[in-house]
């Protein structure tokens, strides 16, 4: 960790004008974003007494290494770059309001030709149209209620598929609940029509659909059609059960987002309900870790920025008014920049009495039962992930915490097919989308610490490149100006908003392994540990921690040690390695599978020059098996469709003694997979 005092700038260089800063780590990583009013007054407080800042506060000044900052001509362009940067740079120390994940949406797929009905939870995809969130029970009687009304498709890809192929619909459309588009009962136009309808009526438009149908139904009734008109009948009671279902809580003119939240010193839960003609049309919730010493306006603030920075397309447009506990900072600006989005203009208020009040209370009570189930919920894996982590970094003397951790696996068969696996561990939990897979080829395949070496070199020698591409990055971005006043504190002002206008129109380069961890965890014992510190010593890596894991006694090896370190068996931090060498031994064991299966499927033909699929298709068909055509000469080859002398005479020098495919060849036992001795 570095001290704040190594790269704290020089007060007289800190502007007093409104701006934005960013903290980096070592590796150049933005880790924090923040706006202030007055830039040195603000940053001044990170380096006055940082002994006596909040402990996560504390963490974020010691895992910086440099603060570099922009001015801008107002606090609306401070909120605007804010953003814009928080978005871009997603800093791991900054307030992220998490959506609870709790109830499921009604999802209407508009982006696909034939629009889809069902139920979704998780990310938001574009093109697709959202309702709620309801609970799981609610959710499912609602849509089977309306399907009756809007037959839109519900069914998977994979059904319409079928369907299409067999000309026959499935069971929904038998029963009425589907329009059937997959067997042309209805066009593409027709059933998109449908799917507007329903997302019209799901947005609020309820009243519209019920009296067009209690008109149909007259109209039924007056020519006598007394069946039409008891479908109708049921249809409309149908559509009031749904719409009834949601309380008028406030006039029938009201549109607003009611927001509320509860808090303690380290979390605080937030709860929204989205009121639309009065009506609550939906609720969502939010779980955050206060970072920094954020009072509640502050927080309020940031909610508003995220939600509706990042969800504006999702939810719709953003109503009239948005009701808030407290008053946010800069309300002004942010209402001005919310009005931007809506395009027309956005009251933030604070209620105090009557019904909007009463809903807050209720807002509020909301919120006060989701950071409670949040805490019990969490209490129990945060604590054992969190003793963990210090067990391990306690028992290994490492002097930093175990923030990111990659495991190590080499998997094969009597050294064919070798391949290796890389998994990743951020504070205790897989990120699955930073597992790689190697495939090892030529010398470095011969025994496992060659593998292991190569594997390690290969990954950190991305990580220096990538490393020196940010680098190189940074200093062109960096002005003659900004470089001069930059001295030895390592900061880069930057002193104008087109400057800062123009670093937020280059996108951040997506880096593939510049984020390198605090420990590599090969699974081995002293050999492989030793091959994997060689391999980062070469490089000059010397801030990446190496370990082993014996499979044998459970050993934990450290790099150039004659004695391994001994975990008690209940120690939390074994049982987290065991799972991390685990899932990296299954990860690599996917991979071999896959490529030997692979292998295993290879022709005999495959290595003949200029021989492709169609061709060796031909071959085949004409001459019954390989066999065959190993043993026919040229002239018999150029019978076969497609085969001219060229290729002719290359099949013939490939299947020859001395051609390629001469070369001795390990039997694979087909059950097994194992290489047989020859």
Request: proline share 6%.
């Amino acid at each position: 960790m570095a001290d704040p005092s190594s790269y704290r700038p020089q007060t007289g260089e800190i502007p007093t004008n409104p701006g934005v800063y960013r903290f980096r780590d070592p590796h150049g990583r933005v880790i924090y974003v923040g706006k202030a009013k007055n830039l040195r007054s603000r940053l001044n407080s990170y380096f006055a007494n940082p002994a006596g800042l909040l402990p996560k506060t504390h963490a974020m000044v010691y895992a910086a290494s440099s603060v570099e900052w922009t001015v801008v001509g107002s606090e609306l362009e401070s909120l605007q770059l804010e953003y814009t940067w928080i978005k871009e740079f997603k800093p791991r120390f900054n307030v992220v309001f998490r959506d609870d994940k709790t109830y499921p949406y009604l999802a209407v797929t508009m982006g696909e030709k034939l629009p889809r009905v069902q139920v979704m939870r998780g990310e938001r995809r574009k093109g697709t149209r959202y309702f709620g969130p309801y609970t799981a029970g609610a959710i499912r009687e609602t849509m089977d209620t309306l399907l009756r009304v809007f037959p839109v498709r519900s069914c998977s890809p994979g059904v319409l598929k079928r369907a299409q192929a067999s000309g026959r619909p499935c069971l929904l459309g038998y029963i009425d609940k589907c329009s059937a588009p997959c067997v042309g009962r209805v066009t593409p136009e027709e059933h998109r029509a449908l799917a507007e309808d329903f997302c019209a009526f799901m947005g609020g438009e309820a009243k519209r659909f019920i009296s067009r149908l209690e008109k149909e139904m007259g109209a039924a009734v007056a020519v006598l059609d007394y069946e039409r008109a008891a479908r109708l009948r049921d249809d409309i009671t149908a559509l009031k059960k749904v719409f009834e279902r949601n309380a008028v809580v406030l006039a029938e003119d009201t549109d607003a987002d009611v927001f509320a939240l509860h808090e303690d010193e380290l979390e605080a839960a937030v709860q929204v309900f989205h009121v639309r003609g009065g009506r609550v049309r939906g609720q969502r919730g939010w779980v955050v870790e206060k970072v920094e010493d954020f009072t509640t306006p502050d927080l309020v603030e940031h909610l508003l920025q995220q939600v509706y920075g990042e969800d504006a397309e999702i939810q719709g447009r953003l109503p009239r008014e948005v009701l808030v506990p407290v008053e946010p900072s800069n309300p002004q600006d942010l209402a001005e920049w919310l009005g931007g989005i809506r395009g027309a203009r956005v009251d933030i208020r604070v209620p105090q009495r009557g019904d909007k009040a009463a809903l807050m209370s209720t807002v509020r009570e909301n919120a006060e039962h989701a950071l409670r189930l949040h805490k019990t919920r969490r209490a129990g894996d945060l604590t054992v992930r969190s003793q963990a982590l210090q067990e391990l970094q306690e028992a290994l003397e490492l002097p930093v915490p175990l923030l990111r951790i990659e495991c190590y696996d080499v998997s094969h068969v009597q050294g064919t097919n070798v391949v290796a696996s890389m998994v990743v561990v951020e504070d205790g939990l897989p990120k699955k989308s930073d597992y790689r897979k190697f495939s090892i080829t030529g010398s470095a395949a011969t025994d496992d610490t060659a593998a292991m070496h190569d594997v390690l070199t290969r990954r950190f020698r991305h990580y220096l490149v990538d490393k020196t591409a940010q680098v190189d990055a940074a200093e062109l971005v960096a002005t003659p100006a900004a470089a001069g006043a930059n001295g030895s504190n390592g900061t880069v002002p930057i002193t104008t908003a087109e400057a800062a206008l123009s670093d937020t129109t280059t996108p951040a380069p997506k880096a593939k392994f510049a984020y390198p961890p605090n420990l590599v965890v090969v699974d081995g014992g002293k050999p492989q540990v030793n091959a994997a510190a060689r391999a980062l010593e070469a490089l000059g890596v010397d801030d990446v921690y190496v370990v082993g894991l014996a499979k044998r006694l459970e050993e934990v090896w450290l790099p150039d040690s004659d004695f391994p370190v001994i975990l008690p068996r209940a120690s939390q931090g074994l049982y987290m390695l065991q799972r991390i060498r685990d899932e990296a031994h299954r990860f690599a064991i996917s991979f071999h599978r896959q490529k030997r299966g692979k292998a295993m499927t290879v022709s005999a033909l495959d290595g003949v020059p200029g021989l492709g699929d169609s061709k060796r298709k031909a071959l085949l068909a004409h001459f019954g098996s390989v066999k065959k055509i190993k043993a026919a000469s040229a002239e018999e080859l150029k019978a076969a469709k497609g085969v001219g002398p060229a290729l002719a005479a290359a099949i013939v020098t490939h299947f020859s003694p001395g051609g390629e495919s001469a070369e001795t060849v390990p039997a694979i036992n087909m059950t097994t997979g194992e290489v047989l001795e020859t």
